[in-house]
């Protein structure tokens, strides 16, 4: 049997896998592709919503997975970054939502399982990844009226219950809460998963990583630009302070930056971080086609002096990272001793 993360994550740096969607896109799939059969007279184009796939398309996320495991990934993400009612209204899917969540869940952990079938002695884990929404409870869409809010936290909140049911009864292991760029939306998510959990608790015996009746929570926010802040203005300090509360197992960084831009943040993170630390960053930033062209090499060569600091206990890629991104960052840090957690003095 796999050990449990926290055991895991006291033994090593994990690897959680890379990009779902530019590995999507090199399948250049058609409209069709999204489709199937099964929904091929919705009324509306589905070409793009990525997370449709973990129904219509399986055997593809599934392979996408495998390709992560192989490269040396130890947590690999399910494709439901933006399963939530809320996400998919935008293609009229919302009764989908809970449904994919639980589809998203099962073609990840059937890639997990098949790779602990035949090496149990290497830590394997199922994140369930819940994306930060394409509303905000911060922010109003209305530059002439900035008290306007598209979402309440209410809705927000019922939007994160129901994907998170779906994810734990899909067989996930641990909920990741990511690419946060607002951190009232992230806390609308702690509040569903702490409502859930104390409502349907999860025993060790069903989940070795369960503790207290929970599953264990990761949290990632997205510093957006040089500024160091996140999008609705927190400083990195600042976000850390306002998610502790949620006691997860984790802390850390995705998104926006690449791994050069990123690690002075992860640097300060690691300096203050009571639980572990994570960081995925993107292959680089964007050229002018919005592609990414940071090699392998280059990512890895960051990460390499990222560990060797003692900065890390989580580590993978964002936009743009592929299986070769993961191999050669899994290769750097297998070495490499994880970060070990300071003894935080308390004012108290």
Partial sequence: MCKSVYSALEEQILV?????????????????????????????????NNDLLNITRPDIIINIHKEYLAAGANIVETNTFSSTTIA????????????????????????????????????????????PLNKTLSLSPDVNNPGFRAVTFDEVVEAYIEQIKGLVEGGIDILLIETIFDTLNAKAAIYAAKKYFTENPVSESDNINARNGELPIAISGTITDASGRTLSGQTLEAFYVSVLHANPVSIGLNCALGAKD??????????????????Y????????????????????????????????????????TTPAHIKAIADKVKTIAPRKRPVVETAY
Avoid at 282 to 310: C, K, Q, R, S, V
Wanted: hydrophobic share 35%.
């Fill in 262 to 279: 990123m690690r002075s943040h992860i640097e300060e993170l690691s300096s203050i971080a009571e639980c572990y630390v994570s960081a």
């Fill in 88 to 131: 998919q209204a935008d293609y009229d899917m919302q009764s989908l939502a809970y449904e994919m969540n639980v589809a998203g869940a099962k073609c990840a952990r059937a890639a997990v399982d098949e790779f602990l079938s035949k090496d149990p002695s290497t830590p394997r884990y199922v994140a369930g990844a819940i994306g």
């Fill in 281 to 320: 960053p993107n292959a680089g930033l964007p050229n002018a086609m919005g592609e990414y062209d940071e090699h392998p090499h280059e990512t890895a060569g960051f990460i390499d002096d990222w560990a060797n600091n003692g900065w890390l206990n989580i580590v993978g890629g964002c936009c743009g």
């Fill in 16 to 48: 959680i896998d890379g990009a779902m969607g530019t590995m999507i896109q090199k399948h250049h799939l058609t409209e069709s592709d999204f489709r199937g059969e099964r929904f091929k007279d919705w009324k509306m184009d589905l070409k793009g």
